[in-house]
């Protein structure tokens, strides 16, 4: 008996094991759940519905559970339908033998689906809103998703899921004109961690990709970090208009670049993005860039558009800061030229470092009459800062060649562009009439200045001045400025330099108030200048021993001369707009006068006009009274008398536009002739002179500058005017 009892209960056990055995590794198929689970699924959520197969079950008897199985089932969601691969749970036995289906664990495989219809499963079963703003940002695209998702015992979703995936081919457009295609990527998604791989996307034509791209969910909001980059493309207009709206004063066109990024941001359920972070390396392979108006005055030969090549640029983002330090060429002309820089913006304020190696490239300042030297080499830097409030404050510009330098220290400009104030201007370097200049000038305090220079050619800031239209008021300074001056040699043309310059200028509301200025020429020769404002009357005197230096300047006039006693001597009054002046010229000769050449041959007086071409006119004596008015001057008075002519002349000039002018010109036989004839005065001024000379001419010279019209009528009889004149002349030599 004892043995039939082992004996059959080894049979039991025996099958039991064979059951447990057949249940665990083949297992059974069955639909008697598929009610249960679409119930179920329905009391979780009503918008969706399931289409199962059977089940396959297999016993984990180690685990108390059974393993259920399907495949090909069909998830159906608003008239949509998400076709899985697999559906794999874990059933608790305790629950079976309660009468109740609770499964700890679901393993879903789907097949390729469409992203969108994807989103909007996910969207119906978890209820998060970004889900909602992402389907509508999809177009199209595949995803194959492993998902895995555990209960509790009472059959509530734990947040504990594991997601898997690999998308294919998608595309999510943000704006109109920026769209994401060729998306390509693999996902991992656990604890409320994202994490990208495999990622690959092009937008307006540009493919960027990345091994990283990590996301995770915070209490409010995601924080987003990766790393991405493209390989050489062209950036088209549409990203580069979006950057302008971004970035003031971005002018450039035609980038093809490479870049490396890694960034971080924050956004929030309703995709609002913060804390942007990108640290790029960047190489730009070629770009242009419209060229600044102000490169005129520095690059004569500058084109419409710059080119850059080969820039290698490290640039750093985050709000309200950005920083963009490069290397690279730069062509301004024909050639190219070596640059490095640094740009830096933090909040409002721009802060800027460059360094420009210069070697086949023009450069000039014309201000100063420099220019570099052709195929030579310059290095240009220059750092600082600017506030569009505040203004420009610029620590340091400096040009350094061979042979030059040229140093200007933490200039302050105002955003209405005058000078506040420098510390100090170092300049030494050759202009372009090879000339060397060596000048400091150095704020001592305040607003007062001091310019100290062992040389200095002064030729193109005379020509400047006298070109200058005395009406124009250029805003330069903010504030008054008091100048001294101390320099020892000063060219104000090839052959004359003045020695020991010495004076002063004040500066009041941007206009030379107050000047005096003393210097010697050879032999203790002198000039002084003088300017005086008082009660709105501007005085200014000029007294040169030597008037050759500042005569022949003037194009009208060619071949001046003038003897060691010949001096120049101006005075003028300005009032209201309007100045009187008076200028006297002492002892002179001219060569050609183009003008009175003309004259002397209408008045057949070719003997005289042969030798402006010849020896030349000599003048003792030269004065002009006249008025200016803006652009128009009022000719008083011009008289000039010499051993071969004399001429009185009054009219007026339109700058520009109208010459109008008349007068008298006299051979001088016949003014002695004159003087002579008349009683007691001419015996003792000229004596007895013997011969017929010839008739003096009245003429009149009228036209546009360009167009003058001459005529000459011949005259008998001199005017009282003349004669007056011609005798306070030479009863004052």
């Known amino acids: 008996m004892k043995k039939n009892i082992i004996k059959y209960s080894l049979i039991v056990i025996g099958i039991l094991i064979s059951i447990i055995i057949y249940l665990s590794l083949i297992g059974l198929e069955t639909d008697k759940f598929n009610d249960t689970i679409k119930n179920k699924i329905s009391q979780n959520n009503n918008q969706l519905d399931i289409q199962l197969k059977k089940i396959k079950l297999t016993l984990d008897p180690l685990n108390f559970k059974i393993n259920a199985k399907t495949i090909g089932t069909k998830l ?19 629950s079976l033998s309660k009468n109740k289906l609770v499964s700890s664990n679901f393993i879903i495989s789907t097949r390729s689906v469409l992203l969108k219809d994807l989103v909007g499963f996910l969207r119906v079963t978890t209820n998060r809103t970004e889900l909602f703003f992402l389907e509508k940002l999809i ?37 109109n004109d920026y769209n994401l295609e060729n998306i390509n990527f693999s996902l991992n998604i656990e604890n409320d961690n994202y994490n990208f791989k495999e990622i690959e996307f092009s937008t307006n034509n540009i493919d960027f990709f990345s091994d990283s791209l990590k996301i995770k969910k915070n209490e409010k909001e995601f924080f987003v970090e990766g790393y991405i980059e493209n390989k050489k493309s062209i950036l088209n207009d549409q990203l580069l208009n979006l950057i302008k709206q971004n970035f003031n004063n971005v002018n450039f066109t035609n980038i093809k670049f490479a870049s490396k990024n890694n960034f971080s941001f924050n956004f929030n359920k309703k995709l609002k993005f913060k804390n942007l972070t990108i640290a790029s390396k960047i190489l730009i392979d070629e770009t242009e860039y419209y060229k600044p108006e102000i490169l005129n005055d520095y690059f004569s030969e500058v084109k419409d558009k710059i080119n850059l090549k080969d820039h290698k640029i490290e640039a750093t983002y985050k709000k309200d800061y950005l920083s963009i330090k490069g290397t690279g060429k730069i062509q301004l002309e ?22 420009l190696i210069i070697n086949k490239t023009s450069f000039q300042i014309k201000k100063i009459d420099y220019k570099k030297e052709k195929n ?29 330098k040229i140093k200007l220290n933490n200039l302050l400009v ?20 090879n000339k060397r200049n060596k000048l400091s000038l150095k704020r001592i305090k305040k607003n007062n200045y001091e310019l100290n220079g062992s040389i200095f050619n002064a030729n193109k800031l005379i020509n400047d001045l006298l070109k200058s239209k005395d009406d124009k008021h250029y805003r330069i300074f903010k504030n008054n400025l008091n100048l001294n001056l101390n320099l020892a040699e000063v ?44 009660n709105g009357e501007k005085i200014t005197t000029l007294f040169s021993s030597r008037a050759k230096p500042l005569v022949k300047r003037y194009k009208f006039i060619k071949g001046f001369e003038d003897s060691q006693e010949g001096y120049l001597d101006f005075y003028s009054s300005k009032k209201d707009g309007i100045s009187n002046s008076k200028l006297i010229i002492d002892n002179f000769k001219v060569k050609e006068i183009p003008a009175l050449a003309k004259l002397l041959a209408l008045a057949s007086l070719q003997g005289i006009a042969d030798l402006l071409t010849g020896e030349g006119i000599r003048f003792t004596d030269f004065e002009m009274n006249f008025t200016n008015r803006n652009n128009y001057m009022t000719i008083e008075e011009l008289y000039a008398i010499g051993p071969a002519i004399s001429i009185l002349i009054e009219g007026y000039i339109e700058q520009d536009n109208l010459i109008s002018l008349k007068g008298t010109l006299v051979p001088a036989t016949t003014v002695n002739r004159t003087i002579a004839s008349i009683p007691l005065i001419g015996d003792l001024l000229i004596g007895k002179k013997v011969g017929d000379g010839v008739f003096g001419v009245s003429f009149k010279i009228k036209g546009p500058p360009k167009d003058l019209k001459t005529t000459v009528n011949p005259i008998k009889t001199l005017t009282p005017r003349f004669i007056t004149r011609t005798l306070e002349k030479i009863k004052k030599n």
């Open 491 to 534: 060219y104000i043309d090839d052959s004359n330099i003045l020695n020991n310059l010495k004076g002063n200028f004040y500066i009041e509301n941007n206009k030379i108030s107050q000047v005096n200025i003393s210097a010697l020429f050879d032999n203790n020769e002198r000039l002084t200048f003088t300017i005086n404002t008082n």
């Open 139 to 175: 177009k199209k695209g595949y995803a194959i998703i492993d998902l895995e998702l555990n209960f509790d015992e009472d059959g509530n979703l734990k947040k504990d899921y594991k997601v898997k995936g690999l998308l294919k081919d998608g595309k999510i457009s943000l704006l």
């Open 76 to 94: 159906i969601f608003q008239k949509k339908k998400v076709e899985l691969e697999s559906i794999k749970t874990k059933i608790s036995l305790k």
């Open 334 to 355: 024909k050639d190219f030229d070596e640059i490095d820089y640094s740009v830096s913006k933090i909040d409002d304020k721009i802060n800027f470092d460059s360094n």
């Open 414 to 433: 105002d955003r209405y562009k005058r000078i506040i104030k420098f510390d100090d201007l170092n300049l030494d370097f050759f202009d372009t009439e």
């Open 376 to 404: 030579s080499k310059l290095q240009l830097t220059m750092s600082g800062n600017y506030e569009k409030t505040k203004g420009l404050v610029l620590d340091q510009f400096m040009i350094l060649s061979k042979k030059n």
